[in-house]
């Protein structure tokens, strides 16, 4: 048999398990001896390490386009007629892949730390690199064992493959949502190495925090789009006319982000005022623990969900990872408690501190209910036998008080300045943003907005907005007395100053964007279904919709029948398709809704049924939502304002007077 | 204006606001169908409720619900003849009086529980003290040892 891709891959991760296992070693004698050569040769495994991972990762990818059925996973996720672009990103379709893509990103987090990390830190990073080196090592171990081997053969190779998963071949967005939550899966494991790192070294001080604050916000960030982009990803595909179905895959990736969440806020208590130390290593070990418990909920198959593409023995395996984590983890802590501790109070309750606290109390408190309510199903099943269901009734009554509790922290935390303010000074600083939250109220009341939730949702959001545009205000009006800048230099050196606080407060305004979306597309959205002949037409919320007719459309890799609309709406005309997709490999159809996107609002039209024999009439469900559309746009203010928050701040080129005064103080004491 | 009576007068505005967004209206017949279809979940789809399932079987519970609303059965009746034909498991959260309602309670005992161990952490904290001698030149250790490279 002449040589293949898969044979260079599966070679390529033979070879890695054992350099992994040989850096591991090496940085954990050179943390331990301060040994330089070590140290040198853990950093040279690393880059060995990852040119053979992304080695295997390409040649899967070329295995892919070049079909070689001879491949299991090639036979099981790929068909000759699927396009280029699917079969390529057909790398994370199925459990093997996406256990080979998780390896690709650890090895690269495994690089950066060992060059980058050991020369700021050498002690801390070169401890935290054996333990990411551990990491590795038992990913690359998974994989060449019989459980995720991306590369086993069958023989005969099969004349075609199965294709890829429907749901997975159907828009272009596959193409960035998982790769977007496994980059911010797997970038917690820096601060978790860091975090365990300081433990086993024995540190009080926060350098763990310091160190990986860029790549702690990164990851939150990437996890937090990767979020948004699925839930775009399930509207546009799903065909239900919604975005976040409470899925448990989706729990599973939410799950860490509000750990994250909670954790990104609180480490500045302890940068500030070196407190909570024992708190945020446990959010951070938490965190990483939800990714890893994440990714075994979803592969195992132990939960029913539209995302368990496959199951397989692999979730032992990743249980028995998960469970040696938490043994570790918990036992370091226990073993540094006595270090750790605080002593005092952490802060006035009228102060920055004791607000970051109740948001952590609340984020906390999600996080638990995502994952109560995501594995109560089992638990009840465990104990007695009996099947229930847990979904989105019960997630959204509790999660809209929770985020409604929020988004008022939100408004509320940047007014307060560390170590506490008076209550004059904070009534002071409300006054705006609490007319603001007044007006949004009564003016969605008056525009006919019906629902407490809703009318509150805009309110706080209007909160928030105002809040960040006060900052923003004051910041500049700071600048421009202590430097004389114009306005808009003063503007844009706020974020190149102090990006971290003023890009916190651009997140800060996609979250409110987005809850406005949220609250408008679900408070406010309007339904219709109606059974069309061609020729005929359906009124919803002030728009025409009519059917001229069915159409059949083969393709290679599957058939369609296609519904040609035509919407009339004020703005004017335009043609519309919705469709169902039949793929060879799926029993049921796919439904492809037509989409008309505006600003104010998006018709979301479904093929839910029609007449097979002579085309003579179609079922149509519509949904008209309001502001969906600004859920994404919310959702990319968020990377933008964590870009902004992560990048390197230009504060060490200047004179340190206007670090010291924090733009609300400086305002507030004049 | 002072500042309180601004807020307060805000506070207010707000609150009024919610007041008439909160007054219970007529529901329409679609909209019951719609809160009940909500309520119980698409046997045949992945966790999707009957009202979001586009799938032929979501639709016939839907019409059923239609005609169980139309002939004027009470909602617990409908949700009842779903549970009995279904089991619990069509019912997309549990009921709170119920031996499994503890779910709703591990949310509101967690907020609670947090905010109690907050309110314990809070108060007026002492004046910084400057670190002892001792304390800068371990610390200084400390640092210097890191800063070598290995």
């Known amino acids: ?670 | 204006m002072s500042p309180r009576l601004a807020l307060i007068a805000g506070a207010l505005a707000v609150l009024a606001a919610l007041v008439v967004a909160a007054a219970p209206r007529a529901e329409s017949q679609e909209q019951r169908i719609e809160r009940i279809a909500a309520e119980l979940r698409c046997p045949v789809c992945q966790g999707l409720s009957v009202a979001d399932s586009p799938s032929d079987t979501a639709r016939e519970m839907r019409a059923l619900i239609a005609q169980r609303v139309a002939e004027g059965r009470s909602d617990g009746e409908i949700r009842d003849e779903f549970r009995r034909a279904y089991g619990d498991w069509v019912l997309l959260s549990p009921p709170l009086l119920d031996a499994r309602g503890a779910v709703w309670l591990v949310p509101l005992a967690v907020v609670l529980a947090g905010l109690a161990v907050v309110a314990s952490r809070l108060g007026r904290a002492p004046p910084l003290t400057a670190p002892s001698p001792d304390q800068v030149a371990l610390l200084r250790a400390r640092a210097a040892e890191d800063e070598e490279p290995l």
């Open chain 1, 1 to 670: 048999m002449t040589p293949s891709w898969a044979d260079l891959g599966s070679g390529a991760l033979r070879a890695a398990l054992p350099l992994a296992l040989w850096g591991l070693a090496a940085a954990a004698y050179a943390a331990q001896r301060r040994e330089g050569r070590a140290l040198a040769s853990a950093r040279w495994t690393a880059v060995a390490a990852l040119a053979l991972v992304v080695t295997a990762s390409l040649s899967m990818v070329a295995a892919l386009l070049s079909h070689d059925f001879s491949v299991r996973y090639v036979a099981l996720n790929n068909a000759l007629e699927t396009p280029g672009y699917f079969s390529a990103i057909s790398l994370w379709a199925a459990l093997e892949g996406s256990i080979l893509l998780w390896t690709t990103v650890l090895a690269g987090a495994v690089t950066y730390v060992a060059w980058r990390g050991t020369r700021e830190l050498p002690r801390l990073a070169t401890t935290a690199l054996a333990i990411l080196f551990a990491m590795l090592a038992f990913f690359l171990a998974l994989m060449v064992t019989p459980a995720a081997d991306p590369f086993v053969r069958i023989d005969p190779a099969p004349l075609n493959g199965r294709g890829p998963n429907p749901l997975l071949q159907d828009h272009w967005l596959m193409g960035l949502h998982p790769p977007l939550l496994y980059l911010g899966y797997v970038l917690f494991s820096i601060p978790f190495a860091y975090a365990l790192a300081s433990l086993i070294l024995g540190e009080a001080g926060d350098r763990w925090i310091v160190a990986t604050r860029r790549s702690a916000l990164v990851a939150w960030a990437l996890l937090g789009v990767g979020i948004v982009a699925g839930a775009w990803w399930s509207y546009a595909v799903l065909g239900w006319g919604g975005y976040w179905a409470w899925d448990p895959v989706e729990n599973a990736a939410v799950m860490p982000w509000l750990a994250a969440t909670a954790y990104v806020h609180s480490v500045m208590v302890e940068e500030k005022r070196r407190m909570l130390r024992t708190w945020n290593l446990s959010l951070v070990i938490g965190a990483f623990a939800l990714t890893i418990l994440g990714t075994f909920l979803t592969r195992s198959g132990v939960v029913n969900s539209v995302h368990s593409f496959t199951q397989s023995a692999i979730g032992p395996l990743l249980l028995g990872y998960l469970a040696a984590i938490l043994v570790f983890s918990v036992g370091l802590l226990l073993w540094r408690a006595s270090r750790l501790a605080d002593s005092g109070p952490v802060g006035a309750p009228l102060s920055r501190e004791a607000i970051f606290l109740f948001q952590n109390v609340l984020f906390v408190a999600a996080t638990l209910t995502v994952l109560l309510g995501t594995l109560y199903p089992l638990l009840v099943e465990a104990v007695s036998g009996d099947q229930v269901s847990i979904g989105s009734p019960y997630f959204d009554r509790v999660a809209v008080p929770l985020g409604l509790a929020l988004l008022f922290l939100m408004g509320i935390g940047p007014q307060l300045p560390w170590h506490g303010a008076s209550r004059a000074t904070l009534e002071r600083q409300l006054v705006t943003p609490a007319l603001a939250a007044a007006g949004a109220a009564v003016l969605s009341v008056a525009l006919g907005v019906r629902g407490a939730w809703a009318v509150l949702a805009y309110a706080l959001a209007a909160f928030v907005v105002a809040t960040v545009v006060q900052e923003l205000v004051r910041g500049v009006r700071a600048r421009r007395a202590l430097h004389g800048e114009p306005p808009g230099a003063a503007f844009v050196n706020l974020f190149r100053r102090s990006g971290r606080r003023y890009g916190g407060y651009v997140v800060h305004v996609g979250i409110a964007v987005i809850a406005v979306a949220i609250a408008a597309s679900q408070a406010q959205s309007v339904q219709a279904e109606a059974t069309l002949a061609p020729g005929g037409s359906m009124e919803v919320a002030g728009r025409t919709i009519a059917f001229e007719g069915l159409r059949d459309v083969i393709e290679p890799q599957r058939r369609q029948v296609v519904a040609d609309l035509r919407i009339t709406d004020s703005s004017g005309e335009a043609p519309l398709t919705a469709a169902l997709r039949y793929y060879p490999n799926a029993t049921a159809a796919i439904g492809s809704p037509g989409i008309r996107s505006s600003a104010g609002d998006d018709v979301y039209v479904i093929l839910a049924a029609y007449d097979g024999r002579s085309r003579a009439w179609a079922t149509f469900q519509v949904r008209v939502l309001p502001l969906v559309s600004w859920l994404w746009v919310g959702g990319a203010i968020v990377g933008l304002g964590a870009v902004l928050a992560a990048l390197p701040s230009a504060r060490r080129r200047e004179r340190p007077l206007a670090v010291t005064v924090p733009a609300s103080s400086a305002a507030g004491a004049k």
